[in-house]
T-cell receptor, first 118, second 112 residues
Framework: AQKITQTQPGMFVQEKEAVTLDCTYD???????LFWYKQPSSGEMIFLIY??????QNATEGRYSLNFQKARKSANLVISASQLGDSAMYFC???????????????FGKGITLSVRP | GAGVSQSPSNKVTEKGKDVELRCDPI?????LYWYRQSLGQGLEFLIY????????KSGLPSDRFSAERTGGSVSTLTIQRTQQEDSAVYLC??????????FGPGTRLTVT
């Protein structure tokens, strides 16, 4: 079974500084994908970034980057140059990759609340 | 294009009543998922549809929960004889093969 662990308490960061949100995972699947989603107070889930277990490079999307350490089973999200609009709940999730082109359910962590201070 | 839509956005029902929640996925997305998010918690998988394959129902918490997807598009999640512990936000998502899931705005269900 897959498991995602997000144990940080509420995080605070000063505007324009960088912040790292921790995520560790556990799976016996040889092939898997890792995701980060943002959930603002309005409630929608917004996809941020994806990392495949066989990807050689760490994923980056604008101000978001994923610090993927496969041996340690961690997939931390780094947000650079924090903005007030980054204040939200952040969820780490993973899915098994059965075969190319297939889909499967996401397993989510409990989330981390990030507050950006002006 | 249009995103995933869900209706109703809010539903208040009395304990013991049945409810139906609707999800309209993004056009062309073959996969559709239902999740449940209780207050302050992460998302809990409920059920997953992929094309014409048999759905993955492994996350449904009891036989009071069921879902169908008609014509490979719209899906309805039905909760029979609702209980107070069913109160949550029910989120639907859809995806194209091997891509990220796009979520709808959710239906907030309150069972009184």
């Amino acid at each position: 079974a897959q498991k995602i662990t997000q144990t940080q308490p509420g995080m605070f960061v000063q505007e324009k500084e960088a912040v790292t949100l921790d995520c560790t995972y556990d799976t016996s699947d040889p092939s898997y994908g890792l995701f980060w989603y943002k959930q603002p107070s309005s409630g929608e889930m917004i996809f941020l970034i994806y990392q495949g277990s066989y990807d050689q490079q760490n994923a980056t999307e604008g101000r978001y980057s994923l610090n993927f350490q496969k041996a340690r089973k961690s997939a931390n999200l780094v947000i650079s140059a924090s903005q007030l609009g980054d204040s939200a709940m952040y969820f780490c999730a993973m899915r098994e990759i059965v075969r190319s082109g297939a889909n499967s359910k996401l397993t989510f962590g409990k989330g981390i609340t990030l507050s950006v201070r002006p | 294009g249009a995103g995933v839509s869900q209706s109703p956005s809010n539903k208040v029902t009395e304990k013991g009543k049945d409810v139906e929640l609707r999800c309209d996925p993004i056009s062309g997305h073959t996969a559709l998922y239902w999740y449940r998010q209780s207050l302050g918690q992460g998302l809990e998988f409920l059920i997953y549809f992929q094309g014409n394959s048999a759905p993955d129902k492994s996350g449904l918490p009891s036989d009071r929960f069921s879902a169908e997807r008609t014509g490979g598009s719209v899906s309805t999640l039905t909760i029979q004889r609702t209980q107070q512990e069913d109160s949550a936000v029910y989120l639907c998502a859809s995806s194209a093969p091997s891509y990220e899931q796009y979520f709808g705005p959710g239906t907030r269900l309150t069972v009184t």
